[in-house]
């Protein structure tokens, strides 16, 4: 069974422009949580999504945002970035929405560099 | 707010001994606790967890230990091996998961 893809896997960009990240979850994965790990930061809660609904909200500012796809694929997509925006982003998945009880299984990330 | 905490960035071990990771939180409402291993270029993969309801969880050479009156848990690896080397993140988990900032764990030859 394939595990989480995140596409892609690394990105530069220049502040006050928008990215969109990708992430395909496992097959059969409806829960897709997106995380934001820095140095020193660890990972940082940014939103679940479960069944195209988004269920949980980290506490980020509105220029971050996300969505499900039917097929339980999500984007996250960053508008007007800023340096401080320059991070690896983490996409996990697991199969129901019980967050408690259910493996997470992460994707190799993608690595963005705003300059 | 950091609502998890590991407050020591790293550790050092001899292979063959014991390693001992530490976390706290502040969240009495966390009901469920994991621990992660992450190794450069990839994604955290989940290690051992624990629920509130217990105060022990062993796999193999890893146990996870509970003290919520403490609102502390912590990771002991026994023994150690060199391919332990890793950063460890702990979670917590209830309404979302929170993490902390990671300990990178050496184990030396």
């Known amino acids: 069974k394939a595990g989480v893809t995140q596409t892609p896997r690394y990105l530069i960009k220049t502040r006050g422009q928008q990215v969109t990240l990708s992430c395909s979850p496992i097959?059969?994965?409806?829960?897709v949580s997106w995380y934001q790990q820095t140095p020193g930061q660890g990972l940082q809660f940014l939103f679940e999504y479960f069944s195209e609904t988004q269920r949980n909200k980290g506490n980020f500012p509105g220029r971050f945002s996300g969505r499900q796809f039917s097929n339980s694929r999500s984007e996250m997509n960053v508008s007007t970035l800023e340096l401080g925006d320059s991070a690896l982003y983490l996409c996990?998945?697991?199969?129901?929405?019980?967050?408690?009880?259910?493996?997470?299984?992460f994707g190799p990330g993608t690595r963005l560099t705003v300059l | 707010d950091q609502q998890v905490k590991q407050n020591s960035p790293s550790l050092s071990v001899q292979e063959g001994r014991i390693s001992i990771l530490n976390c706290d939180y502040t969240?009495?409402?966390?009901?469920?606790f994991l621990w992660y291993k992450k190794y450069p270029a990839e994604g955290p993969t989940f290690l051992i967890s624990?629920?509130?309801?217990?105060d022990k969880n062993e796999d193999g050479r890893f146990t996870v230990f509970l003290n919520k009156s403490a609102k502390h848990l912590s990771l002991h690896i026994v023994p150690s091996q060199p391919g332990d080397s890793a950063v460890y993140f702990c979670a917590a988990s209830g309404d979302d998961m929170r993490f902390g900032a990671g300990t990178r764990l050496t184990v030396k030859p």
């Open positions: 097959s059969g994965h409806r829960s």
């Open positions: 996990a998945s697991r199969l129901g929405a019980l967050l408690s009880t259910d493996t997470q299984y």
């Open positions: 624990i629920s509130s309801i217990k």
């Open positions: 969240n009495s409402m966390f009901d469920y």
